[in-house]
């Protein structure tokens, strides 16, 4: 009797003699000593050594670091577009060896699809998975609404401004209702204030939504804004090398003290880091002017490396 | 000075003549029957050539080939296998014109910017899906640039084409007007090539080109 058990008794059986809080502290994203070199000039660069994350169901985080440190690398392995060298990536227990539905990227160039009108795009993911158009058009339009962009649902990318479009790729991403999604400095070519108004509009769809959300920038400002934890990845190899709880709820004020006194910290950090790549990059010394930044925590110096 | 207005005068002459129109719509529809065998072929092809890869290591060069030579020089050839027909005509504009459609569309669905894939995969397309929704029309700016390419070969195909079978049209007059040294009818026949051409290219594949960079964010 016992070998007769199917595959769901025997999962209630697995459910019902766990812990009561396990199913809650099981993570959703782990990433398990991972490792990515790519080759280059006829040897290999180490891209990521040894990074090791573990995200909660609906947790925020940012993943901050200097220009090439791998933030893009990382993201496109947890998305499963790029395998890694070694270490692997667990989604709910269960290792990403392609591309899911459950993980959608918003790429910092939008990525839309130029031949296709907002509507479209927004449209795509659920045509692909067989969605009926009647159903998937009544959602995309919805999605469309929620992003301010009701009355460009039959424009063009070509037609939008970069905000409108990043929109559109926030949009579309939702379409596909996924429980996790890796965002690639959306917001990076952006103005300040259509920036902002953006965090506000994603930091409003994740609270509605409870999505897992994994969010690349090298803002620091950005990054302690929106995330729950902020993860500094040094530079060349990219490794983990801080992790800073930001236990400040939504909405954050800017001017916030305690998000201050972080930003202060982490921007210290942080230039150790880019002084290595100037360093790497140039083969000259550099020395970070530590003075001129920390005394002007509010100018837009050193806030986007 | 004499040249311009005659040679307008004598082509307007010309349409009257019976001979004329039926040389020109004799041309028309070669090249029409020519062009949209090239372009069917050439799409046809270069997606295969694009698509699989064992296809594309046999035949890529194969269609590299074909393309490098001027379609002028497949004339003998058509004609030992045709006769002096419309046909081996029709077989000049393809073999002149179809391998840069080819190399075009092959390249256009081998070069889809690698973002572009990537959101299609995290959306969830793949196999036949991701290459009908996403490739293709990916590829079709280069396409596009591509069959502008190939009515400007074809159209010169065709007159090689007509010049060396002597089938009824353009190609055959301008053999005739030289012969009977006619200079001016021969240059309004040879201004009569530039502008159709030219009109074609022009008012069909430069705007047709124009729009589709457009909306592609190319221009
Ligand atoms: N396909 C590839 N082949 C070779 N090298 C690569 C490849 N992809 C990335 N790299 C290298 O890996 C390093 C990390 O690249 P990645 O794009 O992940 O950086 P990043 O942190 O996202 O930078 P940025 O902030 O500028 O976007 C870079 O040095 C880059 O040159
Ligand atoms: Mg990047």
């Known amino acids: ?305 | 000075m004499p040249g311009a207005w005659t040679i307008a005068q004598r082509l307007v002459e010309d349409f009257h003549q019976t001979a004329f129109v039926h040389a020109l719509g004799g041309s028309l529809r070669r090249m029409a029957i020519g062009y949209v065998l090239v372009t069917a072929i050439g799409i046809v092809g270069g997606m295969a050539l694009g698509r699989f890869k064992l296809l594309d290591e046999v035949l890529g060069g194969v269609a590299v080939s074909i393309h490098a030579i001027p379609g002028a020089a497949w004339v003998p050839l058509a004609i030992l296998w045709f006769g002096a027909t419309e046909r081996a005509v029709i077989f000049t504009i393809l073999l002149g014109a179809t391998g840069i459609v080819i190399v075009h569309t092959d390249s256009g669905i081998k070069e889809v910017a690698p973002n572009i894939l990537r959101a299609a995969k995290t959306m969830g397309a793949k196999g036949i899906n991701l290459f009908w929704h996403v490739i293709v029309p990916a590829a079709i700016p280069r396409i596009v640039d591509g069959l502008r390419l190939a009515w400007a070969f074809g159209w010169r195909a065709l007159m090689a084409g007509e010049l060396l079978t002597s089938v009824a049209g353009l190609g055959q007059m301008l053999n005739t007007v030289a012969k009977a040294r006619q200079l001016d009818q021969l240059l309004a026949l040879m201004l009569l090539f530039a502008f159709i051409g030219a009109s074609v290219d022009g008012l069909i594949f430069k705007r047709l080109e124009q729009s589709v960079r457009t909306r592609w964010g190319l221009a």
């Open chain 1, 1 to 305: 009797m016992t070998q007769a058990l199917t595959e769901q008794e025997r999962r209630k059986i697995a459910e019902a003699t766990k812990p009561a809080s396990s199913t809650e502290a099981e993570p959703h994203v782990v990433v398990e000593s991972l490792y990515k070199s790519f080759a280059h000039n006829g040897g290999r660069v180490e891209v990521l050594q040894e990074i090791n994350l573990s995200i909660r169901q609906g947790e925020f985080v940012c993943l901050l670091g200097p220009s090439g440190c791998g933030k893009s690398t990382l993201i496109n392995i947890i998305a499963g577009l790029d395998a890694p060298d070694r270490g692997r990536v667990l989604i709910h227990g269960q290792p990403v060896t392609r591309p899911g539905v459950d993980r959608v990227v918003v790429f910092q160039d939008a990525s839309l699809f130029p031949w296709l009108t907002v509507l479209g795009n927004v449209e795509f993911g659920p045509k692909m998975q067989g969605i009926a158009s009647g159903e998937r058009r009544a959602k995309a339009l919805e999605l469309i609404k929620l992003v301010h962009l009701s009355k460009f649902a039959n424009a063009y990318p070509y037609q939008l401004s970069g905000g409108m479009k990043q929109r559109v790729a926030i949009a579309r991403a939702l379409a596909m209702d996924p429980e996790i999604l890796l965002m690639d400095e959306p917001f990076g070519a952006l103005d300040a204030q259509t920036r902002g108004m953006l965090q506000r509009e994603l930091l409003e769809i994740w609270q509605a939504t409870g999505k897992t959300v994994v969010f690349v920038t090298h803002n620091v400002r950005e990054a302690t804004g929106l995330g729950e934890r902020v993860f500094e990845i040094s530079a060349r190899p990219g490794r983990i090398k801080h992790a800073y709880a930001v236990d400040l709820p939504q909405p954050r004020s800017n001017s916030d003290p305690r998000l201050l006194s972080l930003q202060q910290k982490i921007l210290g950090s942080l230039g150790e880091e880019i002084a290595k790549v100037m360093q790497d990059e140039t083969g000259l010394p550099y020395e970070p002017q530590e003075g001129r930044v920390a005394a002007a925590p509010d100018r837009a110096l050193g806030m986007h490396i």
